[in-house]
């Protein structure tokens, strides 16, 4: 593995039973880039996810540098709105398991731009975009090296979104953090993506949004056309 | 109440507030509830090959745990499913072991003195379980949020969880003598749910399933000694009442 890739994935397959959710997947991840994983629902995104991070049974390699440390930020989680857990102690809990800094949640929350006073708010009672960024203050917890996020702009609103983004680029350009994200919002795919892995039964490819993100691509990816907007502001 | 039984009664009442906040909360109340019956065969084993009852009772809830853990990572089936199962068929074992007053004894509990085996189980056993709890209480809770963000975590959820349904296993063993096969479940539960409604934050629910759980087992030890009835359904009974009182405070 060059210095300069974190992940190298070659030959990876899933199974569930007979049904083949991918198979022969094979791509590079470099350090500090940002990877967006695009692909119409039930194409395996999630499950490509899973498997990165050793929770999901496959065949083939997935082999991150060593030493590696990974956060993860999953798909929006159902939780019990009265669930007496609050944000402080999720992330302490993060925190004594890492044995990480005790003044880590105050760092992280502000990081995602969650105001402090959000610590003592049980996570059951706060909003979709709020809770996920609580994810992402969770997985930013003892520095990692690489941010995986599961459709993290899902249940979010415009300004929220915006927010995320800004985030996600700054952890990438000043802190160094390799970022790989599952989206269906083209546009951010477009503007922030250093490269684009289309998944999709039997034949997924993988190159810089220009490449792949043009309209016959979008079709074979979709089986429909896509249009998309391109923000003036994007581009890296 | 001699001094030992206190406090095995205290530690196993402890074990039960705080084992059963995790329970209530990864919603495993009704298998949590079910589990206890496991206990039945390894008790009617130990009777017919006269042993102490509390070894058998350790050893079938051990092994139900392990077999709910393994056909659960195996087959994907939820705990809920497995352990309805598990306890069908130990509690048909069981009731076709035991008979007579040794199965109402088991059934509900029996006051009586402590065996010298009884009171050390009881005591290692409860201290075993507090300490997991207290050692595993922030990854309990990480996992449980969810299992792909425990695992990014550096938490092998497979072995925490066998080790949970270990200290639960034990838990209810610990109760046994108290509450009996049918009722312990229901310690577990009970104060945890009470717990569930009223506090804000995970430290507020585990010090009040603790407290609602050691409340209930030692007023219902007292009173269950001057009347002279089994102590499961009197701490039950309070634990209930309380639980109800809850209802009103938020």
Known sequence: MKNSTILEVERLAVRFG???????????????????????????????????????????????????????????????????????????????????????????????????????QQIGTMSGGQFQRLLIAFALIGHPDA?????????????????????????????????????????????????????????????????VLTPDRLKEIYGTPIAFHIHESNGN | METRALVLSTEMAVAAGTVGCFAVMRKMTLAADAFSHVALPGIGLALVMRLNPLLGAVAALMLGALIIWG?????????????????????AIGSMMASGEELIDALFGAPGALSNTEA??????????????????????????????????????????????AAFALTVALGLRYLGVLLMGSLIIIPAATAKRI?????????????????????????????????????????????FLSLAWR
């Not at chain 1, 999901?56 to 390699?61: D, L, R, T």
């Open chain 2, 120 to 165: 050390t189980v009881g005591l290692v056993g409860g201290a075993a379980v507090i300490a997991f709890m207290l050692f595993a209480r922030d990854r309990l809770l990480i996992s449980m949020v969810s299992a792909e963000v425990a695992a990014t975590s550096g938490i092998n959820v497979r072995r925490l969880n066998l080790a949970y349904l």
């Open chain 1, 18 to 120: 007979s049904a083949e959710v991918f198979s022969n997947l094979t791509f590079q991840v470099a350090r500090g880039s940002s990877l967006a994983v695009i692909g119409p629902n039930g194409a395996g995104k999630t499950v490509l996810f899973r498997a990165l991070i050793g929770v999901q049974q496959y065949a083939g390699s997935v082999r991150w540098t060593p030493g590696t440390k990974i956060g993860y930020v999953p798909q929006k989680l159902d939780i019990e709105r009265d669930l007496p857990i609050t944000a402080n102690d999720f992330l302490r809990a993060r925190t004594s398991v890492a044995c990480a800094s005790r003044d880590e949640p105050l760092r992280v929350l502000a990081r995602v731009g969650l105001e402090p006073a959000l610590l003592d």
């Open chain 2, 199 to 243: 506090a804000r934050n995970i430290n507020g629910m585990l010090a009040i399933a603790v407290g609602v759980s050691v409340a209930s087992t030692l007023l219902g030890t007292l009173i269950a000694a001057s009347i002279h009835r089994p102590t499961g359904p009197i701490i039950i009974t309070i634990a209930g009442a309380l639980f």
């Open chain 2, 71 to 91: 056909v659960e990572n195996r087959t994907g089936i939820s705990t809920e499913t497995i352990t309805g199962v598990v306890f069908s068929l130990a509690l």
């Open chain 1, 147 to 211: 941010l995986l996020l599961d459709e993290p702009a899902a249940g979010m609103d415009a300004p929220g979104q915006e927010k995320l983004n800004d985030t996600l680029r700054s952890l990438q350009t000043d802190d160094g953090v390799t970022i790989l994200f599952i989206s269906h919002d083209l546009s951010v795919v477009y503007g922030y993506a250093s490269q684009v892995l289309c998944l999709r039964r039997g034949d997924s490819r993988m190159g810089p949004p220009e490449e």
